[in-house]
C-alpha cells in the first residue's frame, strides 16, 4: 500500500459528498483511518463545499469550547461513515440478500436519526 493521503490532500473523485466521505475510510480499497480528529471532519466538510466559512468557523469555536461533544460527533460521524461503506460494498458486490438482514436497518437507523433532527431554527440576522 502507498503512502496514505490525509483529509486535505486526499482526492475527492469519489463524484458526490457521501462516496468521498466513505472513501475517508480506504486507501486502494484497503481500510484505513482518515478521520483522526473533529477538525478532520471540518477539513472535509469544507472541502467538499458542504457548508460556508462561517458555519465552519463556529463549528470550530463550539469543538474548541466543548471538545467532548465534539469527538462524540466525531465518532457519530465515523459509524455513519462505517454505515455507509458497508452497504456501498455490499450493492458492488452483489450481495443482495445480505443487506436487508444486517447492513440495511443500520443503515435506516442513521438516516431516521438524522431526518429526526431537522426543524427550523431562529437566527438574528440583520434584514436590510
Known sequence: MGKVSTIAEMDLAGGVACLDFVNT?????????????????LT?????SLLDTNILADLKKVAENN????????????EVRQSMLSLFTTLVGG???QI????LPSFNGHIREAL????????????R
Open 100 to 103: 436487508t438482514a444486517q447492513i
Open 67 to 78: 471538545p467532548e461533544q465534539a469527538e462524540r460527533v466525531l465518532v457519530k460521524a465515523r
Open 44 to 48: 472535509l466538510i469544507h472541502r467538499l
Open 116 to 127: 429526526g433532527e431537522r426543524g427550523f431554527l431562529h437566527k438574528e440576522t440583520n434584514w
Open 25 to 41: 475510510a480506504l486507501n486502494d480499497e484497503l481500510p484505513v483511518e482518515r478521520l483522526h480528529s473533529y477538525t478532520d471532519l
Open 95 to 97: 450481495q443482495l440478500p
